[in-house]
């Protein structure tokens, strides 16, 4: 089952702040959180398990909340480079290993 | 280092045609993953490979769908015969196993008329 995200989508001024939420309905092992701009391919970010601390990339971080079976990913002081649409991909416990089922992205458009 | 290839960039084609999608990993790295990617469903993933063997197909839509990986840097996605809904973008990505990122290529951009 495909994990939700929330919000759909996003504006922001450059400098503000934004929290992006993924849910799932099953307890997960892994979230992997991934950036695409326009007309190009995923861009890999950060990936937190099961029992791990935040994770960080630039100024964009992420935190796993097991208990809730949710992950955030949080946008400090964006920047005009962070404008794209944002997957998380879940991967359940007991899971083959890298198998990945992506929410269905947030969109987020940095202005200046 | 080389990133994940794919070929053709764009194919536009007529239904009932075959299309066939290449994949070059990463060498080097251990699992293979197909994605199709729509405005409708999103980021879908249809199969994946682990050291060359199908794991998990039970993304392809149908039996039109077809994916083999005769070796370990070299991959093809097929569809015969193509329709105009298989219409999209897909995606290959290749990763080291166990819990690693996954690294996608550019894509390919497909229309079926």
């Known amino acids: 089952q495909q994990p939700v995200q929330s919000p759909q989508a996003v504006i922001l001024r450059e400098g503000e702040d934004a929290v992006i939420n993924c849910s799932s309905s099953k307890a997960l092992y892994s979230v992997h959180w991934y950036r695409q701009k326009h007309g190009e391919a995923p861009v890999f970010l950060m990936i937190?398990?099961?029992?791990?601390e935040q994770k960080g990339h630039e100024k964009i971080s992420a935190s796993f909340n097991e208990k809730k079976q949710q992950s955030s990913l949080y946008l400090t002081a964006s920047q005009l480079s962070y404008s794209g649409t944002y997957f998380c991909g879940t991967e359940p416990v007991k899971a083959a290993g890298n198998k990945l089922t992506f929410g269905g992205g947030t969109r987020v458009l940095v202005k200046p | 280092d080389a990133g994940v290839i794919q070929s053709p960039r764009h194919e536009v084609t007529e239904m009932g045609q075959e299309v066939t999608l290449r994949c070059k990993p990463i060498s080097g790295h251990n699992s293979l993953f197909w994605y199709r990617q729509t405005m409708m469903r999103g980021l879908e993933l249809l199969i994946y490979?682990?050291?060359?063997?199908?794991?998990?197909d039970s993304g392809m839509p149908e039996d039109r769908f077809s994916a083999k990986m005769p070796n370990a840097s070299f991959s093809t996605l097929k569809i015969q015969p193509s329709e105009p809904r298989d219409s999209a973008v897909y995606f290959c990505?290749?990763?080291?196993?166990?819990?690693?990122?996954?690294?996608f290529g550019d894509g390919t951009r497909l229309s079926i008329l």
């Open positions: 990505a290749s990763s080291n196993p166990g819990f690693q990122p996954q690294h």
């Open positions: 937190l398990l099961k029992g791990g």
């Open positions: 490979f682990n050291n060359n063997v199908p794991i998990d």
